[in-house]
């Protein structure tokens, strides 16, 4: 249409649906941040159970609103919905619309899973969807966020004590300057020769997750800076700051791909992330996205990152990932990049009964669920399109082998219609038979203490062989394997029967009856593949958890309400209460 035409009824009805999908995103983002603004006022009340369903709905709030937006769509455009044409010129309007904001790649990837689902994309669709898999979407972002400054003269403990006054709660600090001194003290024994503090500055945002808040921030001396994280915590005296975390490794863990999502009401997202990745040099963008709340950017990010990776590197094979062949899903992973790529198969070998259906709910419920830092983040596609010939022959023989529900040959391509993808973490097996013998000792320590987190939680991982669980660079046990998860309060624990008489004691299998979801603990040790030594360490360490009395009363303050306080950093950075 040349310049001052009138316009057709096409262009009229493009620009209506550009108008339409703006408006919609525009509603979810109020929704989203309607949800997490409840977050200070949980942490004032320690309405923990709260925070928790907070976190829940807003999960469930994207899938929700694609869904209405996708009727509405639908009923405006009547016959037209899986016009190419037409969306393409959807697409040309939004882009206008969307292009003063700052976070117009949020709208653009709401864009893309409506496009997406009407018309059913494998791979991507240039005509019909935002592409960039060239440019980083927060290069372009010299915006600064909002953040509050503070020079330092020397007393660190004065300019603490100002932090805390200006970022007030609803419920008064427990000795604000004794806190303050407590902060600065600690501060400057990790900090060791840094130099003098000259400056701190921390985001305007307080960042909230489980029973914590955090004060996000960096800190400066002459010639250099490093992060600055103050977790605050509410006790029946008030609220006090728990840890004050500069090493930016330990930064790293309270921003995790094991944690749940924070609530932080950001006003913009790209520029905080942006500030962010000074943080965190070597975190992934699509996690700083994810844990921000933003998990479908996230995937956006990863599908980005991989792919464009992916034609960098058009010479490397796709192989199965180490570890022990899974009866349940098939795992393959790209050496050069830290992901793994996990399809459920057609059929499951026995001592397996459960179906393709309840998988796929185990791994819902863990998007859904308090990770506490011990359950990896999978995150589902769909319609993935791969070069055929960059898979192994094995590999792609077993694909297409045992999991032809989910895979299909198309031309030179592979394409995936459904799976899961995760972060790579060495199998726990594995690292226990490689390690030196402290190492792996400290690796099954930490491994019983995952257990215990986990069930402290209501997660009770079903298939406790260490193959299930990996390791991080952290050397943090976490597990990863969901298809026999289960809630630890749908859990019966039990002793084991003893033997009445010969008959029993020599019967091949249980001569007991054992219901569905009958657990009994003290056979875990015996399937563990441990040699004595480990074995008895772990034992010695965290013996109960062979014992069914410890997760019965698990369940009963699971019962009461009574959830664990896991804070995502040791125990050795705590500030004395």
Request: hydrophobic share 45%; net charge negative.
């Amino acid at each position: 249409m040349a310049e001052g035409d009138p316009p057709t009824d096409q262009t009229v009805l493009a620009r209506e649906a550009a108008e339409l999908l703006r408006d919609r995103f525009a509603d979810y983002n109020a929704r989203f941040r309607a949800i997490t603004r409840r977050a200070r006022l949980r942490f004032e009340r320690r309405d923990w159970a709260g925070a928790r369903d907070d976190a829940a709905e807003r999960i469930a709030l994207y899938d929700r609103c694609v869904g209405e937006t996708s009727e509405a769509i639908a009923s405006l455009l009547g016959r037209k919905a899986a016009d190419k044409t037409l969306w393409a010129a959807i697409k040309a309007c939004y882009a206008d619309l969307i292009a003063p904001l700052l976070d117009q790649e949020l709208n653009k990837t709401f864009f893309n899973t409506l496009s997406r689902r009407f018309f059913r994309t494998v791979g991507v669709d240039p005509a019909v969807e935002f592409v960039a898999l060239d440019i980083e979407p927060t290069d372009r972002i010299t915006h600064p966020v909002s953040r509050r400054s503070y020079a330092v003269h020397g007393d660190l403990d004065r300019e603490f004590e100002r932090v805390l006054a200006d970022f007030a709660f609803g419920v008064p600090y427990a000795h604000p300057a004794t806190c303050a001194a407590r902060m600065a003290t600690a501060l400057e024994v990790q900090l060791g020769d840094f130099g003098p503090v000259i400056a701190l500055e921390m985001l305007e945002t307080v960042f909230y997750r489980e029973r914590r808040a955090y004060l996000v921030g960096r800190i400066f001396g002459e010639r250099r800076f490093a992060p600055l994280v103050v977790a605050l915590v509410n006790e029946d005296d008030g609220i006090r700051a728990d840890a004050v975390i500069s090493d930016a490794e330990q930064v790293a863990q309270v921003f995790g791909f094991t944690r749940a999502y924070f609530q932080a009401d950001l006003t913009t997202v790209g520029d905080a992330v942006v500030f962010l990745r000074t943080l965190l040099p070597r975190k992934p963008i699509d996690e700083i996205y994810t844990v921000l709340g933003r998990a479908k950017q996230g995937k956006t990010e990863r599908y980005r990152h991989f792919f464009r990776h992916l034609a960098e590197h058009p010479d490397e094979q796709f192989v199965q990932a180490d570890g022990e062949r899974g009866m349940v899903m098939a795992v393959f992973t790209l050496p050069s990049h830290p992901l793994v790529f996990k399809i459920i198969r057609d059929h499951f070998a026995a001592p397996k009964t459960m179906q393709r259906a309840d998988v796929m709910a185990k791994y819902a419920l863990v998007f859904r669920h308090d990770r506490v830092g011990r359950l990896v983040d999978a995150q589902e596609f769909r319609h993935l399109r791969f070069p055929r010939r960059q898979f192994a022959p094995g590999m792609l023989d077993e694909l297409l082998a045992t999991c032809r529900s989910s895979v299909v040959l198309d031309g030179e391509d592979l394409v995936i219609a459904h799976c899961y993808v995760e972060r790579r973490l060495r199998p726990l097996n594995l690292v226990v038979r490689e390690a030196d013998r402290d190492s792996a000792r400290r690796a099954v320590i930490d491994y019983g203490q995952a257990i215990k987190d986990l069930a402290r939680s209501n997660i009770f991982p079903g298939d406790l062989l260490l193959k299930n669980f990996g390791m991080t660079r952290h050397g943090r046990a976490i597990f990863y394997d969901y298809d026999e998860l289960a809630l630890v309060t749908e859990c019966r624990f039990r002793r084991l029967p003893k033997a009445r008489d010969d008959d029993e004691e020599t019967h091949a299998g249980a001569w007991y009856h054992v219901g569905e979801h009958d657990v009994f603990p003290e056979q875990f040790p015996r399937f563990l593949g441990l040699d004595e030594e480990l074995r008895r360490a772990l034992i010695d360490t965290h013996g109960e958890i062979f014992d069914p009395a410890w997760w019965i009363d698990v369940q009963a303050r699971i019962g009461r309400g009574d959830y664990a306080d896991l804070p995502p950093y040791p125990q050795r950075m705590r500030l004395a209460p």
